[in-house]
């Protein structure tokens, strides 16, 4: 019923993630949510995204930012990083801008993925643009209300694919290894 919601792994942080074995697995491109799932909500770029974000360069990932905040809020974060395509006001869980990220980096549905911390945006969305996604737990407990009554929501479907993956004797939260 709510397999439409899963993700395709579950882990505790978006800078945990093994990005080189991704690469190495054929991916090519990373669409990221940004509040709560790289820095906590409203916030720029802090040192530890920064050095995500040259890393990602490094290994040769193309990166685009996707938000449904408005443009202000997704610059104010872009300003610290190296340079990066971004969607603001992106209108998720529709599909249009995941496709329109995709054709900016250059890259399709097998080899991009999606990370971010809201199952019925994030993750919703990216599993309907048919990307392999990632969900990350929020950096920051404190949100908007209308986010916080999402998370109400979102306990139910994460308590049964918490179920779900017990059933089938794998870890809720993947080690770092096996996200892959």
Known sequence: MFEK???SKYVKSTYEI???KLFERGYRGIIFDIDNTLV???APADERAVKLFERLQKIGFQCVLLSNNKEERVELFKK???PVHS???AGKPGIKNYVKAMEQ???DQDNTLFIGDQLFTDVWGAKKAGLFTILVF????KEEI???LKRRLEYFVLREYRRKILKTKEKIFDSIDSII
């Open 5 to 7: 919601f899963y993700p």
């Open 18 to 20: 093994p990005f080189e």
């Open 40 to 42: 906590p909500h409203g």
């Open 80 to 82: 610290g990083i190296v």
């Open 87 to 89: 969607i603001h006001k």
């Open 105 to 107: 980096m250059g890259t």
């Open 138 to 141: 929020p950096i920051n407990p």
């Open 146 to 148: 209308q986010i916080v």
